[in-house]
C-alpha cells in the first residue's frame, strides 16, 4: 500500500485519531483525502519520493482495525505516492495523546490533525498549504464547516466564559435565542466568508493543518486533557509565538460535536477539562 520513500522528506502527514470509528466514516475520510491528495500533488514538486502520509491513530483496546479494511484505496495512494499507515497497541490514551503520536517523529513539513468524522473538499489541502506557505507567521489554518445537512458550523472562537458552555450545551434553542448576540461574538459568526482572517484566538482541533515544526515547537497536545478543550488549549499556546487564521476558501464537512447529547460519561470529561483549561489560562463566567 505504500510507496518506496526516499530521503525526502514528505510535504504533508495527515493524522486521523479513531475511537470504534464506524469503518464507513474512516473509508469516507480517506476517500476525500486521496482526492484532495492528488490535487495538491498536481500543483506542488513531489519528486519520486513519498509525497504523503496518511496515519490513522487506533485508539481502540482491540485494536481490530485492519490496512486490508482500506485496500480499495491500495492502488490510487500508490500512484499519489502517499502511504497509509496505522499505529495501534496504546489503547484509549485520550484525543491528544493519540494525536501527538503521529505528531512527535514527523518529517513532513505540514500536518493536518483531523477527526474521523470530517470529509475534506477536493481543493482543500490545496488551499490551505498555499495559504501556510504565502503567511510564513501563520501557524494554523481552520477551514469553513458545514454538517451533513449543510448547516454552518463555526469552528473559530473567542475566549470562552463558563456561560458559553452552558448556553450551547443545555439549553434549549428558545433560550438561546435569548442570548444570540453573545453567542454570535463567542463564535465569530462575523468573520468574513470572502477572505482569510487572522488573529483567531482558538481553533477547533476537529481540523487544524499546520506547520509540523510549529506544532511541534509548543509540544503538540497537553496529554492531560483526556477530550475536549485540548484544542481549546493548544491554540491559545500557540498564539503565544504564532499566528492563527481562519480560511474559509478551505471546506469540509463536519459530522462531530454536541458532547451534552452523548450522555453522562462525555458530560463529566466536558466539565473536568473545561475545569483544567480555565484553571490554567483564567476563569470567565460571563
Known amino acids: ?38 490535487v495538491l500533488k498536481a500543483d506542488e514538486a513531489g519528486g519520486n519520493g513519498l509525497f504523503a502520509e496518511i496515519v490513522i491513530v487506533d485508539n481502540s483496546e482491540d485494536g481490530a482495525l485492519r490496512l486490508e479494511q482500506f485496500s480499495d484505496f491500495s492502488e490510487s495512494l500508490v500512484k499519489l505516492n502517499t502511504e497509509l499507515r496505522l499505529i495501534q497497541g496504546q489503547g484509549n490514551v485520550g484525543y491528544g495523546a493519540a494525536q501527538n503520536l503521529a505528531l512527535v517523529n514527523s518529517t513532513a513539513r505540514f500536518h493536518l490533525l483531523m477527526n474521523p468524522d470530517v470529509v475534506v473538499a477536493e481543493d482543500a489541502l490545496k488551499r490551505g498549504i498555499e495559504y501556510l506557505q504565502e503567511n510564513p507567521e501563520v501557524a494554523v489554518v ?23 458552555f452552558f448556553l450551547r450545551g443545555f439549553m434549549p434553542r428558545l433560550v438561546q ?7 454570535a461574538r463567542y463564535e465569530m459568526r462575523s ?50 509565538c504564532f499566528r492563527l487564521a481562519y480560511l474559509p476558501a478551505m471546506k ?31 476563569w470567565r463566567l460571563f
Not at 12 to 25: C, F, K, N, Q, T
Not at 177 to 182: G, I, R
Not at 202 to 228: A, H, P, W
Request: contains cysteine; aromatic residues 10%; charged residues 20%.
Open 177 to 183: 435565542t435569548l442570548f444570540q448576540s453573545k453567542l
Open 252 to 282: 469540509i464537512i463536519h459530522g462531530g460535536g454536541n458532547a451534552a447529547g452523548k450522555g453522562s460519561k462525555h458530560i463529566g470529561m466536558f466539565i473536568r477539562s473545561g475545569k483544567r483549561f480555565f484553571s490554567t489560562w483564567g
Open 142 to 164: 481552520s477551514p469553513s464547516a458545514q454538517n451533513s445537512a449543510g448547516e454552518k458550523q463555526y469552528l473559530c472562537k473567542q475566549y470562552p466564559s463558563v456561560l458559553n
Open 1 to 38: 500500500m505504500a510507496a518506496t520513500a526516499t530521503d525526502l522528506s514528505p510535504i504533508l502527514r495527515i493524522a486521523i485519531v479513531s475511537y470504534h470509528s464506524p469503518l464507513d466514516e474512516l473509508t469516507h475520510a480517506v476517500d476525500s483525502l486521496s482526492r484532495a491528495i492528488a
Open 191 to 240: 468573520l468574513p466568508e470572502d477572505q482569510p482572517s487572522e488573529g483567531i484566538p482558538i481553533v477547533s482541533g476537529c481540523f487544524m493543518l499546520g506547520r509540523t515544526q510549529s506544532l511541534n515547537k509548543v509540544k503538540g497536545f497537553d496529554e492531560d486533557y483526556f477530550l475536549y478543550f485540548e484544542d481549546f488549549d493548544l491554540s491559545m499556546r500557540l498564539n503565544r
